[in-house]
């Protein structure tokens, strides 16, 4: 049997080391178009901010690596123009020499992976333009900066690369201008959420440009501008299009693999196309979610190996299948990670389904340690089931442990009361004695009994002169900055003033995070009030909000 | 109904807490008999050792803050010396006046925490010998280092307290031996795991004395001495006994509350003992696997607030109830954290159980960031059903996330081959494509299903002979040291010079760690031979398990 595989960075190696580890008696080609093989495009940012990391770090192995190892021939600078599947033949053009030549399968894998989406912008092809997608853009966004030595940067698009990539630039010293047609950086996220990502960048002197887009990117003598289309000209050294990817597909359209919408390639769970004996794997090709199997596409690395791996065992006759995804992601920018798993808030609404939501600021370690920092985990159930439907944490420690067990915990369909009694791991170092995600498991469960409902900031914001909110903060602390028409009763005099509270209205009771909030809700319910809600996040929370 | 709890700790305010948080209309004291609440136990070591802990951040709390958010009483130095459990009443015993005064009860709960446990050796009572379990003990041995500004110290116990003292010790410039009846430190971890603590304590010039007995604590003139079974003297300045703890349930017992051999009071789910309306939380209650339901004393903070929770929800009339432990823990030493959940091998072994084993060593993060460094995992499975049973691992940074995440798989009853698939949170900084747990989940599942067995250090040490050993690291690598009668056929080689090796007896086969044994099993299996089995760890594991 001989298997090809077009495309050799993660999904296409993996794909070729697990058919090999299962089968010596297979041959195994892979066709690269590109030089690089097997690198790191998630430390692409990285290799361009820290001087620690070189070249060789993102390539580890070459092909003769994998000869060694694997017994498998990568041809890079190699690619596939044409596939004639009747015949299971391909043709090769050697990029180098331009000789082209034809080889057979039995097995076809596509692991194109995705390409850059770049703004429909003239001038686009410049030598102070740059994507981040391969390695090769990586050499020459590093080129140009170790030679010009550039002051700012304008990056085009707040998403993952744009973000890593900020970061790195200003650590290389370079003053960095961010902009993104949403209002806010991120926008799978929700915006209660990616606000604290605003923030972070406008700590660390990073402008951050929301709601704008590019309409030209333009050189004058000597000056580089970037114009938008609010008639802003803000003046740059260079430019980073980092507007997202989309899938690389063409090869497999032409024999008539069938694509999604977005130009992903359907898969079954063992990364079948509809073709017989033509797979696809990686971030050409489409997953889906492991809690409804609904179609999935976010390219990450993590998910492109797992498909390879899956694939190469299947064609080699195993027993693995691909299992779904939950759309599980994390990166760090500036002092900030922030990570999400599951549904968005924005998801769960569209669903339909009815939810419960929580924003949960708390400590990732016993707070007297001086590596103790906040931490805001906002987590979406079922409000019926309980069931966890996803979670975002921004944070700057500890982040992607709770998120990782918040993954855990929704691939087995874990609820909200689950959450607390699960032992995790406590010592001072590492968390507090209720860890982080226990607090939401609590706060969450009790809301879903209906004991102590939840209200969001958001809900407050659209409905003025609702509720009745009661601020139970100290008289300092509400004379600083409060919630408009609010009536401050500090917690310690609650029990002895519920008498001035109106039994009529619905309340809504806040301290600075929530914890003091939820005491004096208790307190007010125990005494015979209705309908009391404690404000999610509370005050630092309704502030932040209020400001997106 | 009034409420009474003995012990303001962790368990006896959660209690309380909770309590007040249903309920407005119950009369709520606490009785305490030190003079500290409410403190963190697990961070005593920490204020000895770091700068910028103050003793108030080991005590934030004091009965005042309790009385205002709380509305409850907390009555410290006031020890409850007698109970009446017929009539409802207790004796208290007022520490600093002497006054004796009678209290009733519709509900009692014992929060009573653990004590030390003494070695039985004379004239323990002294001014340079410490124990470490409560705020008094810790200002006792604070105030002792800065006066006196001791050279060198000796612990008697190298468990969590012993170990995390040890660290903070070093920080203080204090020269330190620890020694402990086992023959390794953490004597409830398996020993291929510990092994990895004292070879911490060494790498950081802590002294650590295995197998050891304390006879005596001398002194003589100005000189102190640590006396060991052996005959060694240990020359010293202080000595801290850290020889465990056990519960406080002497009282409990008085009115006929059961308790187990071990002295912890036994209570069922929802924390109630065999008498109505006698509780029992925290370090002075038994606690049970969430496993398999068998009683289970792991005295933590992280379950005495878990009980606590229960418990004053129970009473009040909520519905939680205890969903058992599985034994997690977390503490660090040095540069190494060390965790562990589940069961351990020992433990397994004694249940009979027919288990697979590996031990995992791998990257926190990628690897050519420069805070990356190498943790190890080692996980137990079920054979039969892929279950997972336990893990320990041991590693500078990324021991928490990984522990949590599988805690929380066990506690779904996840298999090996479940965690492979769990869309864990992937990007540089974090973690690596594939997390370590991913990894152990596809050894063990390539394990369990026989398709690539694998084999203990501890195995081989046992059999010697009975294995054809492979080693099929380089030749440098192996003449640099190997097991013994190991063979070298680097892995490039194995394909071509498989025919060199004998088909009649059980292989095994290893290189450093493990993934490049784990390749040339799958060709020599691929190849026609039988029985190969890869070696758990390599020979870096060989080596660190054979010095035991």
Known sequence: MKIIIIGSVAAGTSVAAKARRNREDVEIVIYEKDKDISYSGCGLPYYIGQDYITRDNLTPRNPDWFKKRFNLDIKTKHEVVAVDHKNKKIEILNIETGDKFSDNYDKLIFATGASPVLPPIQNIENDFIFTLRNVSHADKLYKFIETEKPDKAVI??????GLELAENLIERGIDVSIM????????????DVSVHIRKELEQNNIRFIGGEKLTAIEQKD????VLLESGERIETDFVVLATGVKPVSELAKSIGVKTANNNAIIVDKYLQTNLNDVYAVGDCAMAFSSIDSSPMWVPLGSTANKMGRVCGDHITGGKL???GILGTGIFKVCDLAVATTGLTERQVQRSGIEYIVHHNFKPNQTEYFNTSSEMMIKMIAEKSSGKILGAQIVGKNGVDKRIDVIATAISFGATV?????????????FSTTKDPVHYSGMVLNNAKNNDNPIITPQEVLDNPGKYIIIDVRSNSQYNEGHIPNAINIPLAEIRNRANEISKNKELVVHCNKGVSGNAAQNVLLNLGFERVYNLSG????YKLISEI
């Open 156 to 161: 085009v698009g707040a998403g993952y690369i």
């Open 180 to 191: 993104e047609l949403s209002k806010l950086p991120m926008s799978n996220l929700d915006e």
């Open 222 to 225: 000597n000056q580089k501008f």
């Open 321 to 323: 299948s691909f299992q």
């Open 417 to 429: 009361e689950q959450l607390f009694h699960l032992d995790l791991a406590y010592a001072p170092p």
């Open 538 to 541: 509370g005050y630092k929370n």
